[in-house]
């Protein structure tokens, strides 16, 4: 893919996610179903929809209204393993849901950063990190191939349903590299293709703001992660997803091609 092309990407992923950032201030529905490119304006179909996802409701009750949008596609932080003190960074962070829990486990004595592109995004995850007193939590505007973030200096990298609208996978995971410490690890909830997409999925730019477009065979994202320097890497399709994936696009078929996954791997301790 070109500089252009992927330019062109990742512009479409901003303009779909700030009119979801935008629909959820004003309580209007976007997209053409709630999805990881929708909101809807009822709270309690993103209630189902998270629970769906893995998270509890005591996980929705424990963050600020409004931070959960219902979207993604798993539950990271059941992978992460948090530990108290810890500094953890999560990618593509949204209005901060995923965040606010990193935080409940790191306690004060840790630290969650939260990156996003969309500066509507931002600014809604900003305002409820002040709305719940989250003071470890701050979140930066930047894209998840150049990350805004010191080398060397994050313990668990987290992210939901957010690499795959990365037009250069490889470059994400080769900074997830970098900004990790010796023996720090990646936990990921994202989409995954289990089957070759047809052109007419893969240049659907509705599709790829829709987490379906843009996934990446389990071996490609092996062979990206071995590539940047992890190690004990483990990829997990959980085949339960295609119940919430195929509405996403209704009527499409696109649960026959991807899958929701989790994703982890560490790196070394000795680099």
């Not at 339960?240 to 696009?249: N, R």
Request: glycine content about 10%; proline content about 4%.
């Amino acid at each position: 893919m070109s500089q252009s092309q992927s330019d062109g990407v990742r512009q479409n992923v901003r303009q779909a996610y700030s009119e979801v950032a935008e629909a959820s201030d004003e309580g209007a529905c976007c997209g053409e179903a709630t999805s990881c490119c929708g909101v809807s304006e009822d709270e309690q179909i993103n209630t189902l929809i998270s629970t769906r996802l893995g998270y509890s409701q005591q996980d929705l009750d424990s963050v600020p209204e409004g931070a959960d949008m219902g979207l993604g596609c798993g539950n990271p932080r059941a992978i992460a393993s948090l530990e108290a003190g810890e500094v953890v960074l999560d990618l593509g962070s949204g209005g901060g849901f995923d965040a606010f829990l990193a935080a409940q486990e790191v306690g004060e004595s840790g630290r969650v950063i939260g990156i996003d592109m969309t500066p509507a995004m931002l600014s809604k995850a900003r305002a409820n990190a002040e709305k719940g007193g989250f003071s470890q939590v701050e979140f930066r505007l930047g894209e998840i191939e150049y990350l805004p973030v010191a080398d060397a200096g994050i313990d668990v990298i987290i992210s939901n349903c957010v690499v795959n609208l990365s037009p250069d996978k490889a470059q994400v995971f080769r900074e997830a590299w970098r900004v990790l410490k010796p023996g720090g690890r990646l936990a990921i909830s994202d989409v995954v293709a289990s089957a070759e997409l047809p052109d007419s999925i893969r240049n659907d730019p509705y599709l790829h703001s829709a987490c379906v477009a843009g996934a990446s065979l389990i071996s490609e994202l092996e062979g990206w992660l071995q590539a940047a320097g992890f190690v004990d890497i483990t990829i997990q399709p959980k085949d339960e997803s295609l119940e919430f994936i195929k509405d996403w696009a209704p009527g499409r078929g696109v649960e026959e091609y991807v899958v929701s996954a989790t994703i982890e791997a560490v790196k070394p301790t000795s680099v």
